[in-house]
């Protein structure tokens, strides 16, 4: 690189923006150091009516806008002064022959085509939102970065400032190459979204380009580990959620406590299904417990009583708004993470005598029937599929034991199949009165998750005897064979759900019917990787 265009003075800039968020203050500044200020449309009214004297861009190019402004920047006497190499005499002369001066500066934002589709506009006005100028004079500048300083959202309005002094606007190549590559990042996330919502309309789930982009919300400490680095992103699915919470105390999140509030708060959200307060405790991605309540207090009792070593450290996601009686009740253990759909005064009060918990407040529940897609890196590429929205009613349910549910068990039956779509492959849930009383996850053998989960059902039980005792059982997936469905009776179970379809079903069915089990299959599996 010619190190005579390290450092560049602006002696001409174009301003060309739909979010005008302190652009009179920016032309301002450039124009008491001599900058000429050359804008379009309403973001020239803009600066005439703040007084400062502006240059229209048809006076440049001698072309007016024309097709209702669709044309107006797409000239060679914006193009022309945006890309001439100022190091290359030949550029330079081309532009004087012409009669144009170089342009230093390129400060442009985008119509605002996201928002308009979030807005459920109509499919013609969406259309008129596509900028065209907009991101060819953004890639322009960007790529004319040696010379070029190029500006695509307000929040680097202060940092440009920052490097001018007080007689003088110019910029110095590392500035110019963040912003470069700050510009081309802006238009690839908005050609994504145009993309995505092309083929959202034309009924694509998976075109044959995937392209995707993301907003960095905060860089983290690290990833998983220490040794990992890692960062948040937001992306244009608008879906309540820990990427739209408002953190109102505590430490920023870390890479696991979102994984996990994430996981915690699409569970809460599926129970609300059953119309009561509902509560779910999050460890490593799994729920150590979850349960419904008369009210939220109760719930969350319920479900930190599950399994009170795991709870301790873990991460709570609420059903319901977090109010005061239950947020003194969280407040008597460590919790890490407590995210809800909303919180009281009276409640972010007492939280705040605790400072180091994280608290959430997401804004609403998540719609467990609302599409969307889930993307799983893999090595040179990733995998995508939609959203696990199934869920299944009583009515779906098929009976293929003698005995049919009572029924408190096909409530139960209902309630441990939701949680046991959350749980990790091999996923085995014990639940009794819309509680979970045992969860086996992530083990290789199904009949070992069984047994797990009975462990901690006969833990939970205490003296007293096994919390399996009377309890209804989901399996995410079939029973391959009868021994975990016999585990299952063994430790107390009286029902059973499970999608059925498995080579030895005849085989299960028979054993659950020896045991005096009632079994119901879903059709449906949950598979959690």
């Known amino acids: 690189m010619n190190m005579s265009i390290e450092r560049r003075q602006i002696k001409r800039a174009l301003l060309s923006v739909s979010d005008k968020t302190g652009v009179a203050e920016l032309a301002a500044a450039l124009h008491v150091r001599g900058v000429e200020l050359i804008s379009t449309g309403g973001t020239a009214k803009a600066l005439a009516d703040a007084g400062l004297p502006v240059r229209d861009v048809g006076g440049v190019t001698g072309a007016p806008e024309m097709l209702d402004g669709r044309v107006k920047t797409l000239h060679p006497g914006v193009h022309g002064p945006i890309l001439a190499r100022r190091d290359t005499p030949e550029h330079m002369a081309a532009l004087d022959e012409r009669g144009y001066g170089p342009i230093d500066l390129v400060v442009v934002n985008l119509y605002p085509f996201e928002a308009t589709v979030a807005a459920d506009a109509a499919y013609d006005e969406a259309v008129e939102q596509i900028d065209i100028g907009g991101p060819a004079m953004i890639r322009a500048a960007a790529k004319n970065h040696g010379s070029v300083a190029v500006i695509v959202d307000p929040s680097d309005y202060q940092p440009l400032l920052d490097g001018f002094s007080a007689e003088e606007a110019a910029t110095d190549l590392p500035l110019r190459k963040r912003l470069a590559a700050k510009a081309y990042a802006r238009t690839a996330s908005y050609d994504a979204a145009i993309a995505g919502w092309f083929a959202n309309e034309l009924g694509e789930a998976f075109p044959d380009r995937l392209p995707m982009a993301g907003m960095k919300i905060e860089e983290l400490r690290y990833g998983e580990n220490p040794h990992q680095q890692a960062a948040f992103y937001r992306t244009a699915e608008q879906r309540p959620g820990v990427a739209t919470a408002a953190l109102l ?281």
């Open 249 to 529: 105390q505590g430490k920023a999140l870390s890479y696991n406590n979102i994984a996990d509030a994430d996981a915690a708060y699409e569970l809460a959200a599926d129970l609300s299904r059953f119309g009561k307060p509902a509560v779910a405790v999050i460890k490593h991605a799994n729920p150590s417990g979850a349960a419904l309540g008369d009210t939220l207090k109760e719930a969350y009792i319920r479900a930190r009583d599950c399994d009170p070593t795991s709870a301790f450290g873990g991460v709570i996601a609420l059903g319901a708004p977090l109010d005061a009686d239950t947020a003194e009740e969280i407040l008597k253990i460590f919790t890490e993470v407590v995210i809800a759909p909303a919180v009281t005064p009276e409640a972010a009060a007492l939280f705040a005598a605790k400072q180091n918990v994280r608290l959430l407040d997401a804004g609403a529940l998540p719609s467990q029937q609302q599409a969307g897609r889930l993307v799983r890196s893999v090595a040179g590429g990733f995998l995508a599929m939609d959203r696990d929205n199934g869920r299944v009613e009583a009515s779906d349910l098929k009976l293929v034991t003698e005995r049919a549910p009572s029924e408190a068990e096909m409530q139960d039956l209902l309630f441990a199949w939701t949680v046991a779509k959350h749980v990790k492959s091999n996923a085995i849930v014990y639940a009794r009165g819309g509680s979970t009383v045992g969860v086996g996850a992530g083990q290789m053998s199904r009949v070992d998750s069984t047994r797990i989960a009975a462990q901690k059902a006969a833990q939970l039980g205490g003296e007293a005897g096994t919390a399996a005792k009377g309890s209804a059982v989901a399996s995410d997936a079939f029973f391959p064979f009868a021994d975990g469905l016999l585990t299952a009776a063994e430790a107390g179970a009286t029902a059973i759900i499970q999608p059925g379809g498995s080579v030895r079903d005849e085989e299960v069915i028979a054993a659950a019917d020896k045991a005096g089990l009632a079994m119901v299959f879903t059709g449906m599996r949950h598979f959690r990787h």
